[in-house]
Nanobody
Framework: QLQPVESGGGLVQNGGSLRLSCTASGRTLEYYTIGWFRQLPGKEREGVACISPRGGRTLYADSVKGRFTISRDNANGTVYLQMNSLKPEDTAVYYC????????????????????WGQGTQVTVSS
């Protein structure tokens, strides 16, 4: 059973940056499509970005295009979400998820459909 683990969340000021990391305990993420998602209490989960297993395809939600960058280092088994120019409305719990299928990161950023989910990391952007 693959278990993604997020890290790197925290408190940052408006306009600041954070880098989130997604790893998997005991296994490599190398062969998995990875997505990043976020959710506020009482609100629907939003797909933020996704990346194909080799990193050749990336997709972003319109709300983060030009500010967030998803990347992966398969040698180290880590997928990153670099978040720049953060805004208070980016405040949420951020999750990473993994799936062996390619279609989950094709055409648009889905908010569901991945098989393996992490526990999330809180990102808070102060105004």
């Amino acid at each position: 059973q693959l278990q993604p683990v997020e890290s790197g969340g925290g408190l940052v000021q408006n306009g600041g940056s954070l880098r989130l990391s997604c790893t998997a305990s005991g296994r490599t993420l190398e062969y998995y499509t990875i997505g990043w998602f976020r959710q506020l209490p009482g609100k629907e989960r939003e797909g933020v970005a996704c990346i194909s297993p080799r990193g050749g395809r990336t997709l972003y939600a319109d709300s983060v295009k030009g500010r967030f960058t998803i990347s992966r280092d398969n040698a180290n088994g880590t997928v990153y979400l670099q978040m720049n120019s953060l805004k208070p409305e980016d405040t949420a719990v951020y999750y990473c998820a993994a799936d062996r299928a390619a279609y989950v990161c094709l055409g648009y950023v889905r908010s569901s459909g991945y098989d393996y989910w992490g526990q999330g990391t809180q990102v808070t952007v102060s105004s």
